[in-house]
C-alpha cells in the first residue's frame, strides 16, 4: 500500500483517484470542488481540506488540473517544500512543455523525482484505469513513475527529458485534430458526389486514407457504434478541449520555430465552431459544420 496524494478530482481526476484506492492504496484527495470531494469518498478515497493537508506524509503526489498557471501555482506554493523530499512527483495534466520544464526545475533543485505524464484517453479511460501515459522524467526515476501510474493505466511510454511527455501529448493531438477534420472534408466531399458515406468507411478503413478517426471514430453514425457521431456528438473529447491542445501546440511552434500550417488551420476551424456555442460536443461534430449544418 502507497500513501498517495490526489490534488484535482475532475472528469479525468476523480476516476484515476478511483482506480488507486481500487488498487489499496491510501488516497489523501483533494480538489477546490466540494462537490468532487464527495464523490472521492464514495469511491474509497480520503478527502481532505488543503493540498497541504493532502501531501504532508505522501510517498506519491499526483495532479490533474486544468492548465499551466494552476500547476505552476500548485507546485510552487503547496506542494514543493510542504511534501516529504522522498515523494515522487507526477502532473498528469495536459499543460505547456515551457511551465512543465519549468516546474521540474523547482521540484528538482528542492531535491524531488519529478514527472509530467499527460494522458491520452478520455473520461471512459480515465473511469477504467486504461489511459495511456507519456513521460517526460530522469530515466532513473521511470520504473518508479511506471508503477505509481499502473492503477491507472494501459500503456506508459518514456518520451524522454522533463517536458518531453507534454511535447508528445500536444504534438499528437495535433495530428489527432488534423486528421479529424480530413477525415470530416472527405465524408462531407462523398456525400456530395453521391458515394454512400458507410460505403466510403468500408473503402477508406482499408485503404491508404486509413487512420484512427476513420477507423474508431467514424463522424458519420453507424460503421463505429463507439463513436460519439452515433449519439448526437455527446461525451467523447470536448471541441473546447481539441482547442485548448492546438492553441498549446500552436504556441510552442512559434516559441520553437516549428511550421505548422496545418495545425495553425485547425485551430481556427475549431476555434469557429467554439465560437458558435459547440465547444461542449464532440470534436468530431466538425462534420456538421462542413456539411453546413453545424447545430445538427
Ligand atoms: P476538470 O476541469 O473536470 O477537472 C479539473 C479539476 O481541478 C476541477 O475539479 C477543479 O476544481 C480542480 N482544481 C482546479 N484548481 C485547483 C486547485 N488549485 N487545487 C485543487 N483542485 C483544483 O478537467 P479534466 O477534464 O479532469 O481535465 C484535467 C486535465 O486533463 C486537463 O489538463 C485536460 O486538458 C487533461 N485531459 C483531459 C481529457 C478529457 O477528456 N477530459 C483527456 C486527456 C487529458
Not at 484506492?21 to 464527495?38: I, Q, Y
Not at 526515476?141 to 522533463?162: C, K, N, Q, W, Y
Request: aromatic residues 6%; proline residues 5%.
Amino acid at each position: 500500500m502507497t500513501k498517495i496524494a490526489f490534488i484535482g478530482l475532475g472528469n479525468m481526476g476523480g476516476g484515476m483517484a478511483a482506480n488507486q484506492a481500487k488498487a489499496g492504496h491510501a488516497v489523501a484527495a483533494f480538489d477546490l470542488s466540494p462537490s468532487a470531494l464527495e464523490r472521492a469518498a464514495s469511491q474509497g478515497c480520503t478527502p481532505v481540506g488543503s493540498v497541504a493537508e493532502a501531501v504532508k506524509d505522501a510517498e506519491v503526489v499526483i495532479t490533474m488540473l486544468p492548465a499551466g498557471p494552476h500547476v505552476l501555482s500548485v507546485y510552487s506554493e503547496q506542494i514543493i517544500g510542504v511534501a516529504p523530499a522522498s515523494a515522487l512527483l507526477l502532473d498528469c495534466s495536459t499543460i505547456d512543455v515551457e511551465t512543465a520544464r519549468k516546474v521540474a526545475g523547482l521540484a528538482k533543485a528542492a531535491g524531488y523525482a519529478f514527472a509530467d505524464a499527460p494522458v491520452s484517453g478520455g473520461t471512459a479511460a480515465a473511469d477504467a484505469g486504461t489511459l495511456a501515459f507519456m513521460v517526460g522524467s530522469d530515466e532513473g526515476d521511470f520504473a518508479r513513475v511506471e508503477t505509481a501510474l499502473e492503477p491507472m493505466s494501459r500503456i506508459t511510454i518514456r518520451a524522454g527529458e522533463h517536458g518531453a511527455g507534454q511535447a508528445a501529448k500536444i504534438c499528437n493531438n495535433m495530428l489527432l485534430g488534423i486528421s479529424m477534420l480530413g477525415t470530416c472534408e472527405a465524408i462531407a466531399l462523398a456525400e456530395k458526389l453521391g458515394l454512400d458515406p458507410e460505403r466510403f468507411f468500408e473503402i477508406a478503413s482499408k485503404s491508404s486514407g486509413q487512420c484512427w478517426s476513420v477507423s474508431s471514430y467514424y463522424p458519420w453514425p453507424g460503421p463505429v457504434p463507439t463513436a460519439p457521431s452515433n449519439r448526437g456528438y455527446q461525451g467523447g473529447f470536448a471541441t473546447a478541449m481539441m482547442l485548448k491542445d492546438l492553441k498549446l501546440a500552436q504556441d510552442a511552434a512559434a516559441k520553437s520555430g516549428a511550421s505548422t500550417p496545418m495545425g495553425a488551420q485547425a485551430e481556427a476551424l475549431y476555434a469557429l465552431f467554439d465560437g458558435m456555442g459547440h465547444g461542449g460536443r464532440d470534436f468530431s461534430a466538425m462534420l456538421q459544420l462542413l456539411r453546413g449544418q453545424a447545430g445538427e
